[in-house]
């Protein structure tokens, strides 16, 4: 099965001191006509926030927010009421729908905060605003595949108003996991740490692969790491 790279160093960047951010499609000030979204999928930013930084109220509409924190922990507070801090095996799924406004800050003075944030394209506008946040521990990943998102909340996932199946997975070197595409859905792994190896391709940190014809995904753990999968309709 043939896979489209998107290599890490191939993303937007945007540092603002407080925040250095990669972007694996067009986001903010950069704008590549060639990486608008794969599917529903829209954003996929790689953000490390310095401690005490954050970005402060600001409103959404329409799209499914779901933010993956990997090392430190960040603050959220919304105009739904929900206040929370997100730390690494924590899934949050915000449902902006008709217009939602919040903040994200590190909620540490002294280390810095990593964290993947991902939009989704919604199956309808105009839905209500909704919040969820969930816990999934490293040994539900280690050397699997864990559903964390879903559109029917299976399996304890976060609920996602859209067809995709959201996936996480910690694996180490020689770890094998595999995920059958069925036809006309599309693929996306995002590789958080580490390096793996996807139908014969090493993927290193920061890296992506699109997955566009049905079929098996292999993927080996080259080292230590940390990936997403979405499996998407179209």
Do not use: C
């Not at 540092?15 to 060639?34: A, C, E, I, Q, V």
């Not at 999934?136 to 996602?160: C, H, N, P, Y």
């Not at 590789?191 to 997955?211: F, K, Q």
């Amino acid at each position: 099965m043939a896979l489209t790279i998107r290599r890490a160093e191939e993303r937007g960047k945007a540092d603002f001191g407080w925040l250095d951010s990669r972007h694996t499609f067009s986001f903010g000030h950069y704008h590549d006509p060639g990486h608008m979204g794969f599917g529903p999928l829209r954003v996929i930013n790689e953000d490390h926030i310095a401690p005490g930084g954050g970005f402060p109220m600001h409103p959404h509409s329409d799209m499914e927010i779901i933010t993956y924190v990997l090392e430190g922990a960040l603050a959220h507070s919304d105009s739904l009421g929900n206040g929370s801090v997100i730390k690494p095996g924590d899934v949050q799924r915000m449902s902006a729908g008709t217009g939602v406004r919040h903040s994200e800050y590190n909620a540490s003075e002294a280390a810095a905060v990593h964290l993947l944030q991902i939009w989704i394209i919604p199956d309808r506008t105009g839905l209500a605003p909704s919040y969820e946040q969930k816990t999934f521990s490293t040994d539900e990943k280690r050397g699997k595949l864990r559903l964390i998102g879903s559109r029917d909340a299976r399996d304890g996932s976060v609920k996602i108003q859209q067809d995709v199946d959201l996936y996480a997975s910690i694996v180490t070197y020689g770890d094998r996991v595999a995920h059958e595409l069925s036809a006309g859905r599309g693929g996306w792994i995002q590789v958080a740490r580490g390096a793996i190896t996807v139908n014969g391709e090493r993927l290193s940190a920061g890296d992506a692969a699109a997955v566009v014809k049905s079929g098996p995904i292999d993927i080996s753990g080259d080292t230590d790491a940390e990936f997403l999968l979405f499996d998407m309709g179209p």
